[in-house]
């Protein structure tokens, strides 16, 4: 069956997003960081234009969201089971296949054994019933983020991720490029190297470099004194810069301020970026984390979404559990 992954810019019907639900886990950020996600559900259903089906995985954290988002008509409160918020990479892929939308579920090992947590495999599973959506599931470990789509059949992705042996502990570059053919209609596959300092992720792509257009990747430029993601940077842009896609367009490489160094945990940098921003239906909205550089990242972002309103909206707090608004979230093509 041959399918294609549409572009994030392509129209969606509706937009999944995880709800922070377990306070074991988020500890005393979890009342800031569900704050956050009720605000990102707000933008997306207002100037984003989406439907948001928000889920949740706990009684106790439908009960929050539904506090505090109300009766907001564009928000769809969903009662599941999942270990986290991290749906990007728990839930499907959804494509076009001959009949139709199709949801690709894959293994999901916990990011290479770091965090296995109930109900993070089961995640596609859910998400593809409650959408109607046929599941398609393959045998081998793939998570979203580690992947981003041009609609046109290019996949670009990290080989520190996707050639991890915590994943796939065989594949070479030949065998990935086979199985994301198989399952996603990958026609090209992109790779850049390294991506994020302390990302537990092992460098997921939607961290690094994103495409913005049809033959056109933003990726980060350093931003401060001591940016711990200078040469991971610059190594990506000097790889996009001598690529095509699978429509045989020479790549234009547009740079966007990264956030700089944000603490983290134990002294080490967080895996803070810009390019956890996420595409909606008449918006983009950027994660911002208290940094001097978001205001020209929103900026730039503006110039490569023209027909877009481009939001920054604070998300410090989702950062503390690892990732930022495009992990946490899936959009369901129209």
């Given at each position: 069956?041959?399918?294609?992954?549409?572009?994030?810019?392509?129209?969606?019907?509706?937009?999944?997003?995880?709800?922070?639900?377990?306070?074991?886990?988020w500890e005393d950020d979890l009342a800031a960081a569900q704050a956050e996600v009720?605000?990102?559900?707000?933008?997306?259903?207002?100037?984003?234009?989406?439907?948001?089906?928000?889920?949740?995985?706990?009684?106790?954290?439908?009960?929050?969201?539904?506090?505090?988002?109300?009766?907001?008509?564009?928000?769809?409160?969903?009662?599941?089971?999942?270990?986290?918020?991290?749906?990007?990479?728990?839930g499907p892929i959804f494509a076009q296949g001959p009949q139709g939308l199709v949801a690709q579920g894959f293994r999901f090992n916990g990011w290479g054994g770091k965090y296995q947590l109930p109900n993070d495999d089961t995640v596609a599973?859910?998400?593809?019933?409650?959408?109607?959506?046929?599941?398609?599931?393959?045998?081998?470990?793939?998570?979203?983020?580690?992947?981003?789509?041009?609609?046109?059949g290019t996949i670009l992705t990290t080989g520190q991720c996707l050639l991890n042996s915590n994943r796939n502990p065989d594949w070479s570059e030949a065998d990935a490029e086979a199985a994301l053919a198989q399952a996603l209609g990958a026609k090209k596959v992109l790779w850049l190297g390294e991506g994020l300092a302390n990302d537990h992720t092992d460098g997921h792509?939607?961290?690094?470099?994103?495409?913005?257009?049809?033959?056109?990747?933003a990726c980060p430029v350093a931003f401060g004194r001591g940016d711990p993601n200078a040469k991971a940077y610059d190594d990506a842009a000097r790889r996009l810069a001598g690529m095509t896609?699978?429509?045989?367009?020479?790549?234009?490489?547009?740079?966007?301020?990264?956030?700089?160094?944000?603490?983290?945990?134990?002294?080490?940098?967080?895996?803070?970026?810009h390019m956890n921003f996420l595409i909606a239906?008449?918006?983009?909205?950027?994660?911002?984390?208290?940094?001097?550089?978001?205001?020209?990242?929103?900026?730039?972002?503006?110039?490569?979404?023209?027909?877009?309103?481009?939001?920054g909206l604070p998300s410090s707090a989702i950062l503390t559990g690892g990732g930022s608004f495009h992990c946490i979230s899936q959009q369901e093509p129209a």
């Open positions: 069956m041959t399918v294609t992954v549409p572009a994030e810019w392509a129209r969606h019907r509706a937009m999944w997003l995880g709800f922070p639900s377990h306070a074991e886990l009720a605000a990102l559900a707000r933008a997306l259903a207002g100037p984003g234009g989406e439907r948001v089906r928000l889920m949740t995985g706990t009684p106790q954290g439908a009960d929050e969201a539904r506090r505090l988002l109300g009766q907001a008509a564009e928000v769809e409160i969903v009662t599941g089971a999942f270990g986290d918020i991290w749906l990007r990479d728990t599973g859910q998400i593809a019933a409650a959408s109607g959506t046929p599941l398609n599931e393959f045998g081998f470990i793939l998570e979203g983020g580690a992947l981003d789509h041009d609609g046109d792509v939607d961290n690094l470099a994103r495409f913005v257009a049809p033959g056109v990747v896609d699978a429509a045989g367009r020479r790549l234009s490489v547009m740079r966007i301020p990264s956030p700089g160094w944000i603490d983290g945990a134990d002294g080490k940098a967080a895996p803070a970026s239906n008449g918006a983009v909205i950027v994660p911002l984390y208290e940094d001097r550089a978001g205001g020209f990242a929103v900026q730039a972002l503006e110039h490569l979404f023209p027909g877009r309103q481009v939001i």
